[in-house]
């Protein structure tokens, strides 16, 4: 018996099969939530307090009620030493996946224009 795996059963292994379910998007709340305030301990406050916000603003992004404005990505970026355009892209993604999955039968159903010929 062999002990070596053929690369076309190893491309198996990792291709999604039909019973495997897709992610939910990402919102960007959870992000901030789970990978800047839970790791380092800030409450929504704290952040409302450093960004100049009202604190209801992060509590509602963190509890994904509401998403994140360029205005309120300019002040992460800066509080929390990433780009502004890391916190928009978070949300263009998550608004682009959710819309997708609402209404990805009537995007199918328009035809693309032709190419023109140059």
Same mark, same amino acid.
């Given at each position: ?11 198996q292994a990792f291709e999604v099969g039909e019973d495997v379910g897709r992610l939910a998007p990402l919102h960007p709340g959870e992000f901030l939530r789970e990978e800047f305030m839970v790791p380092l301990k800030l409450s929504a406050?704290?952040?409302?307090? +450093? ?9 509602? *992004?963190?509890? /994904?009620?509401?998403? =994140?404005?360029?205005?309120? @990505? ?17 949300? +263009? ?9 609402? *209404?990805?039968? /009537?995007?199918?159903? =328009?035809?693309?224009?032709? @190419?023109?010929?140059?």
């Amino acid at each position: 018996m062999s002990d070596t795996i053929s690369i076309t059963t190893l491309r198996q292994a990792f291709e999604v099969g039909e019973d495997v379910g897709r992610l939910a998007p990402l919102h960007p709340g959870e992000f901030l939530r789970e990978e800047f305030m839970v790791p380092l301990k800030l409450s929504a406050g704290a952040v409302a307090k +450093a960004l100049g916000l009202p604190r209801s603003r992060i509590e509602r *992004i963190v509890k /994904e009620e509401i998403g =994140i404005s360029t205005d309120t @990505a300019l002040r992460l970026a800066r509080y929390f030493g990433t780009s502004h355009q890391f916190w928009l892209n978070l949300q +263009a993604d998550f608004e682009s996946e959710t819309l997708l999955s609402e *209404i990805g039968p /009537e995007l199918a159903r =328009i035809e693309p224009l032709p @190419a023109v010929a140059a």
